[in-house]
């Protein structure tokens, strides 16, 4: 499994689809997924630490969580089949650890609220992670993956037109 933050949130202007973007730790390869506008909002609204006037479905089931002593332990994005993302909830109670099947948007919009940690299994990072590759000689690449890597830049491009991140730290 490999650590992930949500760098950020947005639209792929062509399709008009919001986007979440995950970013590894070490910054080397980040993993974009399709997700549903309300979904979408709810995890800016996480990002941007504001709370609605009345709470979402998220807000409740942590609370839920809460007062069951229980907690949210992790999320994984878990497979990709048929161009689905699939991820698991893994939700802590009297020390026994319990994994629900969920979309990948709920689940990182659950952990956005309550700090849990957010991974992809090794499995999604194989098939779908896209990496920043350092190339020594770009001109000795062949054609079609200079076209890939362009293609992939102009969509991370879309979607940065309207786009919330998370605010990179200050580095002293």
């Known amino acids: 499994m490999r650590k992930v933050f949500v760098k950020a949130v947005g639209i792929q202007v062509e399709e008009q689809v919001p986007v979440i973007l995950l970013q590894e730790e070490d910054s080397t390869g980040v993993l974009p997924i399709g997700i549903g506008q309300a979904?979408?909002?709810a995890i800016v609204l996480a990002m941007q630490d504001i709370e609605p006037p009345r709470p979402l479905s998220y807000d409740l089931m942590n609370k839920v969580l809460k007062n069951l002593n229980a907690s949210l332990e992790r999320v994984v994005v878990s497979d990709l089949k048929d161009d689905v993302f699939h991820a698991?909830?893994?939700?802590?109670h009297d020390e026994k650890s319990y994994a629900l099947d969920a979309r990948p948007s709920d689940s990182i919009a659950m952990a956005l609220r309550t700090d849990a940690p957010i991974f992809?299994?090794?499995k999604v990072a194989n098939r779908a992670l896209v990496r920043k590759a350092k190339r020594e000689n770009e001109e000795e690449l062949p054609r079609e993956v200079k076209d890939e890597g362009q293609k992939f830049k102009n969509f991370v491009d879309e979607v940065f037109e309207n786009v919330v991140a998370e605010e990179d730290?200050?580095?002293d």
Do not use: G, L, P
């Open 88 to 92: 698991r909830f893994v939700i802590k």
């Open 169 to 171: 730290e200050e580095k």
């Open 120 to 122: 992809i299994s090794d």
């Open 39 to 41: 979904e979408a909002q």
